[in-house]
T-cell receptor, first 113, second 115 residues
Framework: EDQVTQSPEALRLQEGESSSLNCSYT??????LFWYRQDPGKGPEFLFT???AGEEKEKERLKATLTKKESFLHITAPKPEDSATYLC??????????????FGKGTLLTVNP | NAGVTQTPKFQVLKTGQSMTLQCAQD?????MSWYRQDPGMGLRLIHY???????DQGEVPNGYNVSRSTTEDFPLRLLSAAPSQTSVYFC??????????????FGSGTRLTVV
């Protein structure tokens, strides 16, 4: 069974204070690891897909990295508008059902001005 | 291009009532799915479809039915609502194959309360 564990559950930062969110996963045959952002009252919004250990992707103040056991979402000099819940999900290679995502419970990030 | 449209946004049901949550996408995505999101539980897969006429169960399918008669629509039916089905429901879609690795597109959700 695929498992995704995110930590911390909640993180409060001051504006400009860089930090990282963690996503540990267990999956037999990783097809991809996904990061999403979710604002209150809205559906998750896609950020990144990572495919193999060592891969990195960046978007504005966000940088996602991947190892064989975990992924990190680094936030550099965050701003209040980066406040959201960040979700991690994995997709495994499986015959007939390659599309299912297993999600973690998310990290609620609050950035204070 | 509206993306994924879910209706209604809010619904209150009495125990035992039935209803259908609507989901439509205009991106010609093959894959569609329904998730429920509960506090402390994360997103859990209810049912999914890899194309018109093909559906399968996810992690928490009991009490829900789906059908996929067209590429665009994927309704979720609650057969006899129970308080345990109080949740926020999200519909999501994506391309299949390598294109699908660009991530799901989610709807804005339906907040359901069963009393």
């Amino acid at each position: 069974e695929d498992q995704v564990t995110q930590s911390p559950e909640a993180l409060r930062l001051q504006e400009g204070e860089s930090s990282s969110l963690n996503c540990s996963y267990t999956v037999s045959g990783l097809r991809g690891l996904f990061w999403y952002r979710q604002d209150p009252g809205k559906g998750p919004e896609f950020l990144f897909t990572l495919y193999s250990a060592g891969e990195e992707k960046e978007k504005e103040r966000l940088k996602a990295t991947l190892t064989k056991k975990e992924s990190f979402l680094h936030i550099t000099a965050p701003k209040p508008e980066d406040s959201a819940t960040y979700l991690c999900a994995v997709q495994a290679y499986r015959s007939g059902s390659n599309y299912k995502l297993t999600f973690g419970k998310g990290t609620l990030l609050t950035v204070n001005p | 291009n509206a993306g994924v449209t879910q209706t209604p946004k809010f619904q209150v049901l009495k125990t035992g009532q039935s209803m259908t949550l609507q989901c439509a996408q205009d991106m010609n995505h093959e894959y569609m799915s329904w998730y429920r999101q509960d506090p402390g539980m994360g997103l859990r897969l209810i049912h999914y479809s890899v194309g018109a006429g093909i559906t399968d169960q996810g992690e928490v399918p009991n009490g829900y039915n789906v059908s996929r008669s067209t590429t665009e629509d994927f309704p979720l039916r609650l057969l006899s609502a129970a308080p345990s089905q109080t949740s926020v429901y999200f519909c999501a879609s994506s391309y299949s194959g390598r294109q699908g690795m660009g991530g799901y597109t989610f709807g804005s959700g339906t907040r359901l309360t069963v009393v």
